[in-house]
């Protein structure tokens, strides 16, 4: 449907967040089942490690650019992608589309009480949502393949109760996406979407980076001036920018 760019052997979808937000409007009007995953350059990186998620990711029906390094490299490419569409980007979108539509919402995903309070946010902010519901991502039997264990049975059977137009998961990459690939025929959504830490943001538990990091593309500096930890992670984007040149040669 989209004309795809491959980078690392993942194959980005040349869109900008309008063509993204027809897409989801297009599935929920036909009710077609969809998945979304937001890669960025650290997850390109974590994918050519892990086949398996490689393989996921690949599957989806919309994977979009989110981060400047996968831009930078679609223009090395000569392949050039619009711009990047952020996963909470994304999500504003879809929030204020289904405010504006009366369409329905479920939250799983972050720690106790986050993905709850995350709701309430939302409702403040826009009372038209339908909010099914929402559950933490830290439930017992939380292991991909373990269908059989009892409180991820009542988390599946709870979301197929409530047919959520949209199902945001945040468990992280690239634990959301094997979960959703592991369920997605199980449960009763129409799309389905890692949102990874953007739960935490609307929760009000972590900080987006201020306008400027947004603006010149340095949301991912913020992160380690806040969460040093971090720095593992994003010490892989100048290795990936050393992947695509090697591989472009
Ligand atoms: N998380 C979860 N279950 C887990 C592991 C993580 O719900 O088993 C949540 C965690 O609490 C956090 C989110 O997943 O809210 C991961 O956020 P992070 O910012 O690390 O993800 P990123 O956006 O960087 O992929």
Known sequence: ?????????????????????????????????????????????????????KEILNKADLLVPDGIGLVLASKYLKKELQERVTGIDLMEEMLKYANEENKSIYILGAKPGVAKMACENIKAKYNNIDIKGSYHGYFKGFHIGMKDHMEEKLVLKEINEKKPDILFVAFGAPKQEKWINEFKDDIDANIFIGVGGSVDVYAGNVKRAPKIYQKLCIEWLYRVIKEPFRIKRIMLLPLFILKVLKNAK
């Not at 900008?16 to 089942?33: C, L, P, T």
């Open 1 to 53: 449907m989209f004309e795809k760019i491959n980078i690392l052997g993942l194959n980005i979808c040349r869109v900008n967040m309008k063509d993204s937000m027809n897409f989801v409007k297009g599935a929920i009007e036909r009710k077609e089942k969809s998945i979304i995953f937001t890669p960025n350059s650290e997850i390109v990186m974590v994918a050519n490690k892990d086949t398996e998620f």
